[in-house]
């Protein structure tokens, strides 16, 4: 098993652009109160992120440590409200209506691995710090089986969680071990439960397709034992191998490997006819949702527009002008490290690591935005915001994709990828990256 190639169709997954490893140390650091002064404030997204896990599986590159020391959750809690206190701060209340969140969402690592009651305080910083309404905006929150316990779910359920993710990866205990996440199907199983008697509205559960010694059998049981709880969402992920992951300590050549690519396009073609036979509708490559679902996105919030303020150290924040956060790492001493850093700082006024974002850059990054979901692009949205329509902008990449038969016709007022640019979404983002991103990324030093 390999990482991908130049050519294949497993690149990156663009869930955001720029992606960390194009941001750099920021020399001028800006204060936190100029860059948000002149923004618009009255939806936006908060993200707090909570960098604990009880393992670390064995594909993941995710900014996460292996447990916490004594003392380690709460020393990092309190740095957590420092920040949400020096950033609602500089956010005040501006020339407009003020500050308002329209989402709200936990992630991590693993935000479970808190306890009941540092869920509780994680939310009363939200609440009380940030401003947010919790009972009043979508709220998604991330779960793992082990950390999905009774106590935990009934409190997010009361601070009005409307979403709850686990990550389940595989329901065939062999593929699990394959992928180093050590759990067993009795215990997924308890917890989908006790997640259900919770009664958060939206269930989401993620696998993965690719690990070693599945079949398209076994992948279509994991998708059965999960449809049998009837998730209102579910993510499909390709398995990757990055640098400096558990799997890729083991894997004997890093280089192309198209029978796996093949594989994995099988698996993922499997999966996604499955679902839809199953009444499910396809949302982007990996998001697959109930017909009967409740909504859960914002009404008035789009990630293409609007802006994000992320807490915590693997968090990161968008303005118009500028995308930051803290330093970035996959290495576990490093991140060791880097929390430790974020736990020792008091002042949170200003802005460290981030990446400028121009006219151009805010064009690429509005057309992956939308061109990667299965709606597409409004062009007509996208020439009232810039001025131009995309043919003037990217002419040159919309007419690449539509000559692979990944772009279903370039002259519609709303473009949209083919089923099989869908499938290839991983290939395309990467295509759309700029060159001064694709430049920082390569020159980025992994740690």
Not at 183 to 209: H, T
Request: some cysteine.
């Amino acid at each position: 098993m390999t990482t991908a190639h130049p050519t294949g169709p497993y690149q990156h997954y663009v869930y955001a652009y720029p992606h960390k490893t194009a941001y750099r140390p920021l020399p001028e650091r800006p204060s936190l109160a100029s860059l948000w002064a002149t923004e618009d404030r009255s939806a936006l997204s908060l993200y707090l992120h909570i960098p604990f896990c009880e393992v670390r599986c064995g594909f993941c590159n995710l900014f996460t440590r292996i447990g916490a020391p004594d003392g380690l959750t709460g020393a990092y809690l309190d740095a957590l409200e420092r920040q949400a206190t020096a950033v609602r701060d500089a956010l005040g209340d501006g020339d407009g209506d003020g500050t308002r969140f329209a989402t709200a969402a936990f992630g991590g690592g693993t935000p479970t691995f808190l306890t009941a009651r540092e869920l509780e305080r994680l939310c009363d910083i939200a609440e009380d710090r940030m401003g947010a309404d919790l009972r009043g905006v979508p709220l998604s929150v991330e779960a793992s089986p082990a950390t999905a316990t009774a106590d935990r779910l009934a409190v997010l359920a009361e601070r009005g969680a409307t979403r709850l993710s686990l990550g389940v990866q595989s329901f065939v205990d062999s593929e699990a071990r394959a992928a180093v996440r050590p759990q067993r199907r009795a215990d997924v199983e308890a917890a989908l439960g006790r997640i259900r008697d919770a009664a958060v509205p939206v269930l989401n559960i993620d696998l993965i397709y690719g690990i070693d010694g599945q079949t398209e059998r076994t992948w279509l049981r994991s998708l059965d034992a999960a449809l049998a709880w009837r998730p209102e969402e579910l993510y499909l992920y390709p398995l990757y191998v990055r640098p400096l992951t558990g799997l890729d300590r083991h894997r004997p050549d890093p280089g192309p490997d198209p029978a796996w690519d093949e594989q994995r396009l099988r698996l993922y073609r499997a999966g996604r006819d499955h679902l839809l036979a199953q009444g499910y509708v396809q949302q982007s490559m990996r998001m697959f949702r109930r017909a009967d679902a409740p909504p859960q996105g914002a009404d008035d919030y789009a990630c293409q527009t609007d802006g994000m303020i992320g807490l915590g150290c693997g968090a990161r924040s968008y303005t118009s002008g500028l995308h930051y956060s803290f330093d970035y790492a996959v290495g576990m001493h490093e991140i060791r490290g880097i929390i430790d850093d974020y736990v020792a700082t008091t002042d949170f006024s200003r802005a460290a690591v981030g990446y400028r974002i121009d006219t151009h850059e805010a064009r690429r990054r509005h057309l992956l935005q939308s061109l990667l979901q299965a709606d597409g692009l409004d062009t007509a949205d996208y020439r009232d915001r810039f001025g131009s329509t995309p043919a003037d902008d990217f002419g040159t990449e919309l007419d690449a994709l539509t000559r692979h038969g990944w772009l279903a016709d370039p002259t519609a007022t709303r473009l949209r990828l083919t089923p099989e640019g869908l499938a290839h979404s991983d290939a395309i983002g990467p295509r759309l990256f700029s060159p001064a991103v694709r430049a920082a990324m390569a020159a980025y030093e992994r740690k």
